[in-house]
C-alpha cells in the first residue's frame, strides 16, 4: 500500500478546543478518503501553543530553535498539510500567522494544503478567504477548493440544514486526498540545515 505523510497544525490556544477538534475531524475524513484511494496515512498533529515560546524567537531572530526547527522540517517533507486556526478580529490567531510567517517561502510549493477555521459566529467565514488562504497561496501551496468554517453552532448540527458541517467536512477531506494520493515522491531541499541556536547566537553577544 502507498504511503503518504501528513502535518496537521492546530492553532488553538485552550486544551481542549474547538479548532483542535475541527483538526481531528478533517484529520479522519482525509485519512478516510485515502484509504479509499489505496493510500496509507502516516499523521503527526501539531499544537501550536506547545511551540508558542519557540515561535515567538524565531520571529525576533530569524531562525527556528528547539523542536520548532523539527516541526518545519516535517512540514516541508510531508505529502499534504492540514492547517486550522481559530478567528479572532476577522483574522487568523496572532499565535497561527507567527507561525505562517517564520515557514521559508520555498518550503511548501506546490504542497496540498486543506484550511480549517473555528469561530463563534458563521458570520466570520469569510475570513478563510480574505486572511488565510492569501497566506498560503503567498507561500505556492496546492490549496484545495473546499475550505472548513465550523461556527459553535455547528458542533450540535443546527447551524446549517442544507450543507451542514460532516458533509463539508467529507468533501474537504475528498478534496485534499485526491491532490496528497497524486503528490510525486520527490522531496524538497533541507531548508532549515546550518541554522544556529537561539542560545548559540545570543551567547555571542
Known amino acids: 500500500m502507498t504511503a503518504r505523510t501528513i502535518v496537521a497544525v492546530s492553532g488553538g490556544l ?6 483542535r477538534l475541527l483538526t481531528d475531524r478533517l484529520v479522519e475524513a482525509a485519512v478516510s478518503e485515502l484509504k479509499a484511494r489505496g493510500v496509507q496515512a502516516q499523521v503527526e498533529v501539531v499544537e501550536l501553543r506547545d511551540h508558542a515560546h519557540d515561535t515567538v524567537n524565531a520571529m525576533l531572530s530569524g531562525f527556528p530553535s528547539g523542536d520548532l526547527k523539527g516541526v518545519l522540517e516535517r512540514l516541508a517533507g510531508a ?10 478580529t476577522t483574522g487568523a490567531s496572532g499565535l497561527f500567522k507567527s ?11 506546490g504542497m496540498p494544503v486543506l484550511l480549517g477555521a473555528t469561530g463563534g459566529t458563521a458570520r466570520h467565514s469569510l475570513a478563510l478567504e480574505y486572511a488565510i488562504r492569501p497566506m498560503f497561496t ?8 473546499t475550505a472548513v ?11 446549517d440544514d442544507v450543507n451542514p458541517l460532516p458533509a463539508r467536512i467529507r468533501r474537504a477531506g475528498r478534496e485534499f486526498a485526491e491532490l496528497v494520493a497524486a503528490r510525486d515522491e520527490a522531496r524538497p531541499a ?12 545570543f551567547s555571542k553577544l
Not at 14 to 19: A, C, E, H, I, R
Not at 79 to 88: E, H, N, Q, T
Not at 138 to 145: A, E, K, N, S
Not at 149 to 159: C, E, K, L, V
Open 79 to 88: 505529502d499534504g498539510v492540514i492547517a486550522v486556526s481559530p478567528i479572532y
Open 14 to 19: 485552550n486544551k481542549p478546543s474547538s479548532t
Open 149 to 159: 468554517f465550523a461556527a459553535t453552532d455547528d458542533w450540535s448540527g443546527r447551524a
Open 190 to 201: 533541507d531548508l532549515y540545515d546550518d541554522v544556529p541556536s537561539f542560545e548559540a547566537m
Open 138 to 145: 503567498y507561500l505556492r501551496t496546492d490549496v484545495v477548493t
Open 99 to 109: 507561525f505562517v510567517d517564520i515557514i521559508e517561502k520555498d518550503a511548501l510549493t
